[in-house]
């Protein structure tokens, strides 16, 4: 009898057989013989010597498409681990970036310096100055500056999967999750109290900073999948109360910054020096008279009344004071002439032998730049 071929294969196994020979072939069954003793049992066709030739065997295509079906399930992980890994970068860049700007907002605190406002001009210095710039007695910058270096490391270890404390992953994007919330909502209320209590006032660095705050919570939420979402929007629902009522806590005797002077009406008025003066001052008070040095000032000027209360009430009225807006002030007021060719920019200014002295002056210093001497004040006061 003609030997038949049995092709077997599996995705590891390849293997022929072939049937043994029997005295009696019409009784017992052909079996099949292999040399190995353990093999799992896989399905088996029989093929004739044609069809193994041509190669049509279904078996031998088992492996590719198992490879294909592998690789496509396991392509959507990679995909997700790919999305994850951006989303923390971009966490990591957006926190750097806010990092540098409260850092730099903190340095003009610490220094005193003035920002530079490419909009807004002077009212965002308003803002930035104002009693909204800080809660509970700490500056706001260095509030941001603790923010957002968290979450700048945060989306840094997050990225490179090496937290440390053991801090699992799981537990450092819902910490990510919670200081992206309460920066959000911290942002959404400054927006709340720039265009209510500071209407008309532009403060680019706050709205920069609110941008910032905003698209991190959309990168940290899309980072979190929709049933951990649930498990923890309760938390993150108090934790944004807890920000905004402590915000409002901490607002509760905050002054509105003033509007623009356009809309300002002030009818003159004037104030009343209640200090006594000294021997002092009033010889110096007499010998800036003699020289003819000049102080210009306005009725609302609080410099120009600390000014004037350096000297006393007598000595102050032997100044040479010049009142640049003795009409009141209002939309459309102009400087008066004599204030105006002078020069003067702010209040209160002193003109003393040709030189210009902006803010108030101690006494002593104004002696000095005009050439009094004690000699001179104990001469005065014989007299």
């Known amino acids: 009898m003609m030997a038949t071929f049995v092709s077997v294969s599996s995705p590891r196994f390849s293997f022929r057989c072939t049937p043994r020979s029997s005295p009696t072939p019409s009784l017992i069954p052909n079996r099949f013989w292999v040399l190995s003793r353990r093999f799992p049992v896989f399905p088996v066709k029989c093929l004739s010597s044609e069809q193994e030739e041509n190669g049509d065997s279904t078996p031998g295509a088992a492996p590719s498409l198992s490879s294909s079906s592998s690789s496509s399930s396991s392509s959507p992980t990679t995909e997700g681990l790919s999305d994850s890994v951006t989303t923390y970068k971009?966490?990591?860049?957006?926190?750097?970036?806010?990092?540098?700007?409260?850092?730099?907002?903190?340095?003009?605190?610490?220094?005193g310096s003035d920002a530079f406002c490419p909009v807004g001009g002077g009212t965002c210095g308003d803002v930035l100055d104002s009693d909204y710039a800080s809660v509970f007695g700490v500056p706001l910058p260095a509030i941001g500056m603790v923010m957002y270096g968290l979450v700048t490391a945060l989306g840094a270890q997050l990225g490179g999967k090496q937290l440390p404390f053991g801090i699992s992953h799981n537990n450092g994007r819902f910490v990510l999750l919670g200081a992206a919330t309460a920066m959000a909502s911290a942002s959404a209320y400054f927006l709340y109290i720039l265009s209510t209590k500071l209407s008309g006032a532009s403060c680019l660095y706050c709205l920069l900073s609110s941008a910032l705050s905003f698209s991190l919570f959309f990168l940290s939420?899309?980072?979190?999948?929709?049933?951990?979402?649930?498990?923890?929007?309760?938390?993150?629902?108090?934790?944004?109360?807890?920000?905004?009522?402590?915000?409002?806590a901490s607002y509760s005797t905050a002054q509105p910054i003033p509007t623009s002077s356009d809309n300002i009406e002030l009818p003159y008025f004037s104030t009343e020096i209640t200090a006594p003066?000294?021997?002092?001052?009033?010889?110096?008070?007499?010998?800036?008279?003699s020289i003819g040095a000049k102080m210009y000032g306005a009725f609302w000027c609080s410099h120009c009344l600390e000014q004037?209360?350096?000297?006393?009430?007598?000595?102050?009225?032997?100044?040479?004071?010049?009142e640049c807006f003795p009409d009141g002030y209002k939309k459309g007021t102009k400087i008066i002439t004599a204030c105006s060719d002078a020069g003067i920019?702010?209040?209160?200014?002193?003109?003393?032998n040709g030189q210009v002295i902006s803010g108030e002056v101690e006494l002593t210093e104004l002696a000095d730049i005009s050439g009094f001497s004690l000699d001179q004040a104990l001469e005065s006061n014989q007299q």
């Not at 971009?90 to 605190?109: D, F, M, N, P, R």
């Not at 649930?230 to 409002?248: P, Y």
Request: proline fraction near 2%; charged fraction near 15%; charge should be positive.
């Open 277 to 289: 003066s000294s021997p002092f001052a009033l010889a110096l008070a007499k010998h800036l008279n």
């Open 308 to 322: 004037k209360q350096m000297f006393g009430r007598e000595a102050a009225k032997l100044l040479n004071y010049v």
């Open 345 to 352: 920019e702010g209040f209160p200014t002193w003109l003393i």
């Open 221 to 248: 939420l899309k980072d979190v999948k929709l049933k951990d979402i649930q498990q923890v929007v309760g938390l993150q629902v108090c934790l944004a109360i807890i920000v905004v009522a402590s915000l409002s």
């Open 90 to 111: 971009w966490c990591t860049v957006l926190g750097g970036v806010g990092l540098i700007e409260t850092a730099y907002l903190s340095y003009l605190k610490v220094t």
